[in-house]
């Protein structure tokens, strides 16, 4: 099971119950930077992207198949 739990501005990924990140979004303030220093793709700081809005699911290396997918507000 992969979970993703974003509460506030924490968010915290987890698989088969073995946490794999966990990061405050209010503290990435350079664009295409986390707040562990690594870079990234998004080209703002990750504290001023939106708190509401559509969530998309993709990946990056070809077709990929969900199942049991849920969305639930915490």
């Known amino acids: 099971t992969y ?21 405050d979004l209010s503290k990435g ?3 295409n930077f986390n707040p562990d220093g690594k870079r990234n793709i998004i080209s703002m700081p990750l504290k001023d992207l939106p708190k509401k809005g559509r969530i998309g ?3 990056w290396l070809g077709p990929v198949e969900f199942r049991n997918f849920r969305i639930q507000e915490l």
């Not at 506030?8 to 990061?23: A, H, N």
């Open 3 to 23: 979970d993703i739990k974003a509460n506030g501005s924490m968010i915290t990924v987890t698989l088969d119950g073995e946490k794999l990140y966990e990061f």
């Open 29 to 31: 303030t350079k664009a």
């Open 57 to 59: 699911i993709q990946d």
